[in-house]
């Protein structure tokens, strides 16, 4: 089973405040993403790598930051927060691009 | 511009009836359409796909239609029960890009 973890379930940040997010894949996928999901609007993507060291700005792209160290390690960076960036995030894995992706369970995060 | 849309923000349907959800895209590229399905508090997990040489794809309770030339897809639940109240969410890519662009999704409510 594949399985994607995220390292908080909810978070709660101050405008201003740096912020990571993490995301790890135990099933040697080469492609990793991050979404975020608000009420309306779906899920949209924010980042992807598809290798080691390598990002792909998404849709939604500004505000935001990513970091690929490992090949099973997806982190996703707010540099500072912004009461904007309140939202669902999703982080999702495949074994190629236009695959079937495997989600975490998410994260919460409120900026007050 | 959203390039794939479900029009229909919510769905209420008895236990053990037909539950339909519908997609739009307008992207002719996308050559795969996937549906998820999301709890809440859960991350997306994955329902059903079908490949654009495919005009149906059935998978228990669960069968998804493509329409190609009407670039419409939807999704058929058979018998509808209590436990698939939840998010759907639609979601194609195409071969070039590989993203997977998500619709907003359909709330469906199955009432006992």
Known sequence: ????????????????????????????????FWYRQDPGLGLRLIYFSYDVKMKEKGDIPEGYSVSREKKERFSLILESASTNQTSMYLCASSLGLGNEQFFGPGTRLTVL | DQQVKQNSPSLSVQEGRISILNCDYTNSMFDYFLWYKKYPAEGPTFL?????????????????????????????????????????????????????????????????
């Open chain 2, 48 to 112: 059903i796909s079908i490949s654009s040489i495919k005009d149906k794809n059935e998978d228990g309770r669960f069968t998804v239609f493509l329409n190609k030339s009407a670039k419409h897809l939807s999704l058929h639940i058979v018998p509808s029960q209590p436990g698939d109240s939840a998010v759907y969410f639609c979601a194609a890519s195409s071969s070039d890009t590989g993203k997977l662009i998500f619709g907003q999704g359909t709330t469906l409510q199955v009432k006992p």
């Open chain 1, 1 to 32: 089973d594949v399985k994607v973890t995220q390292s908080s379930r909810y978070l709660v940040k101050r405008t201003g405040e740096k912020v990571f997010l993490e995301c790890v894949q135990d099933m040697d996928h080469e492609n990793m």
